[in-house]
């Protein structure tokens, strides 16, 4: 490459931005250590804004990862995540001549005779590529997602802030240890780099939802697809967001196909669609209905580059935990926390552990038509129950996350935000009871091992 070449310069510029990011990022966690030593508020305003700015300068993997750590309630102070939730996830689009130099690394010189049709217009842009509507020369609509350039040694710097981000984190709640959710987060969204394991990913939930008329999955296109290009069937459908002012009818029927793209894969399979965010469904039209205002049939689900496969075992434990509350069971409560890996429990840490759990169950205990969490609004979901379990926790060591737990948790919270937008009214008891009525582990580890090697993944 000569010193012109746009490729190398646009190399050049990002990592003088990464750099001065991390510079940025430092600065900030070395004023909040003063403040701690100080005996200042650490959740000073100008702290939230200036690491907002900091990771605002970049359109990519790092503002994923803050975006993440802003959705779960107070793992950040409050000033924090509302900077945080302000970044925009979506990255410049890629211009059609470059679209055309990054299509023919991936398919070769003759990339365009493989489609009747390519718009080199993206109809959508994220964190990690953006999404071009093509035809087959069946006739057949696909979506490819092309993923950016250089995206690896994007991930891996930010990555490296990951690292600094958490350390904030652990002055502001020393009470949890979040080593196990930096190692977590670092290896799925390595897993979203390669467009082959989400397309393997994509096969999975195939499987695990065949039978569900409230879902439907595309299918990927494994001749038209590499590493970093990712060519699926196109989904019709409307942005969610447009549902919400919606019947009740209409929202429940949202809501009912959520809650079952989200536990039945998970009591079936073992896997969660890790990424609960509104941008990652759409929502189809009801067949046979004819003009006027759209009536939900279900939804797509149309992204699953962040994909988490369980151990039978720890799905057994959310099981337990379910019928330890049930019954009021502390032994079986016990045993569902050793199941998902936490270790060295304590009465007072089990005490502290049933806060949060207790939270999250709520729905699932209570056999009536409500809401997801009666009269709560969606920025405060979560918030005094994770006060409560600092305040519990406080007096303790602090408590490792297991590894495991921490996509659980983060869909967990982030479905339920999403419940709250729709303001859905069900029985969620009695879908979750209908999910695991005939859960056993053993059928659970034998149908996941055939769908993991039918579906690429082993």
Known sequence: MTEHDPEQNRLTRRLGRYARVGANVGGV??????????????????????????????????????????????????EFAAELRTLQSAAPPMGPAFVKRRMQAELGPDWETR???????????????????????????FACKLQYP?????????????????????????????????????ERLREELDYRHEAAN?????????????????????????????????????????????????????????????????????????????GNYTVFEAPGKKGGSPAPGGINLLDFGCIRVFSPTFVGGVVDLFHGFRRDDRDLIVRAYERW?????????????????????????????????????????????????????????????PREFVLMDRAAIGLGSVMLHLRAELNFHRIFADAIADFDIETLGKRQAKALKAAGLV
Do not use: C
């Open 29 to 78: 966690a070395a004023r909040v250590a003063g403040a701690r030593l100080m005996g200042r508020d650490l959740a000073d305003p100008k702290n939230a804004a200036d690491l907002a700015a900091a990771l605002g300068g970049l359109k990519g993997p790092l503002m994923k990862l803050a975006q993440i750590l802003s959705t779960v309630p107070d793992l950040l102070p409050a």
């Open 115 to 141: 489609f009747a049709a390519f718009d080199k217009t993206p109809s959508a842009a994220a964190s990690l590529g953006q999404v071009h509507r093509a035809t087959g020369h069946d006739g057949r609509a």
């Open 150 to 186: 250089d995206m690896q040694s994007a991930v891996e710097a930010d990555l490296s802030q990951l690292g600094v981000l958490l350390a904030l984190q652990r002055r502001f709640n020393p009470e949890i240890d979040t080593t196990e959710i930096g190692k977590e987060v670092g």
């Open 202 to 278: 994509m096969r999975l939930y195939g499987m695990a939802l065949r039978d569900e008329p409230l879902v439907n999955v595309p299918e990927a296109v494994s001749e038209l697809s590499t590493r970093r290009l990712l060519t699926m069937t196109w989904l019709d459908g409307k942005p969610l967001l447009s549902f919400l002012d919606h019947s009740l009818e209409d929202r429940n029927r949202i809501a009912t196909a959520l809650f079952r793209a989200w536990w039945a894969p998970f009591a079936s399979h073992g896997i969660i669609h890790g990424d609960p965010h509104l």
């Open 341 to 401: 890996g936490f270790r060295g429990l304590t009465d007072e840490t089990i005490d502290a552990l049933n806060i949060w759990a207790r939270f999250i169950y709520a729905p699932l205990l209570d056999d009536r038509v409500r809401t997801i969490a009666d009269g709560v609004k969606p920025q405060d979901y979560g918030r005094r129950e994770v006060w409560r379990v600092k305040q519990a926790l406080s007096k303790g060591k602090p408590v490792m996350v």
